[in-house]
């Protein structure tokens, strides 16, 4: 494990947010409100490579709970806290998944995905126009976090090391077993969970 120094633990859907400033005609190409969120559909999913192909886009570690756990960090490095915070999660085994770590890591957060060799990486498309956002999040390997990854050894050694712990309301349709795992063990050591 690297130098996690166990303060914030998160668990979650991790997604690859594409950004991008887009015009209205994106927004209508894809039967997109300004403003809004949705879960992708069939016909959203060619937007994430036309952000690439045709916009000036950018990669942000996404996803509810990696984003607050990433605001966490950037707090508590503010404060001279380093090393403080760590996260997990299902990522496919592709390029988006190196691209999430590399983000997160940057960010200062330790990263433990569960990897799914069979399911791409999530991500969301965030349209952003006039200062106004609309986010289209394909969950993919996000859906697929398992209980068994909590029994790795790098695994029990960040949820040990952990002194509070965030999971969004997010992860309940993907693993209770795992919410379940981490709770009971905030609950036998005394330690808080959100």
């Given amino acids: 494990m ?10 979650g859907n991790p997604l690859l947010d594409i950004s ?10 894809y039967e997109v ?22 916009y000036d886009a950018g990669f942000i570690a996404g996803g509810a709970t990696q984003n607050s756990i990433r605001v966490a960090q950037w707090m508590l490095t503010k404060a001279g806290l380093t090393n403080n915070t760590a996260f997990m999660g299902c990522v496919g ?10 983000c997160a890591s940057k960010d200062g957060v330790l990263t433990h995905y569960m990897k799914d060799e069979s399911t791409p ?3 969301c498309a965030v ?7 609309s986010l289209i999040a394909n ?11 909590l029994e790795t050894p790098e695994a ?24 379940v795992i981490v709770a009971e063990h905030a609950i036998a050591n005394e330690r808080l969970s959100v």
């Avoid at 690297?2 to 668990?11: A, D, Q, T």
């Avoid at 969120?37 to 036309?50: C, D, F, G």
């Fill in 156 to 179: 029990e050694a960040i949820y040990s090391a952990a002194k509070f712990y965030y999971i969004a309301g997010f992860f309940l349709t993907v693993s209770v077993e795992s919410l």
């Fill in 121 to 123: 990486t999530g991500t």
């Fill in 20 to 29: 991008a400033e887009v015009g209205q005609d994106m927004l209508d190409k």
């Fill in 139 to 149: 969950l993919a390997a996000a859906n697929n976090f398992k209980k068994s990854h």
């Fill in 93 to 102: 085994s592709d390029n988006y998944a190196k691209t999430l770590e590399e």
């Fill in 127 to 133: 349209l952003v126009k006039d200062g106004e956002r």
């Fill in 33 to 54: 409100k300004l403003d809004s969120a949705i879960l992708a559909e069939e016909k959203h999913i060619p937007i994430y490579q036309e952000l690439l192909d045709k």
């Fill in 2 to 11: 690297s130098e996690f120094k166990g303060l914030l633990m998160g668990m």
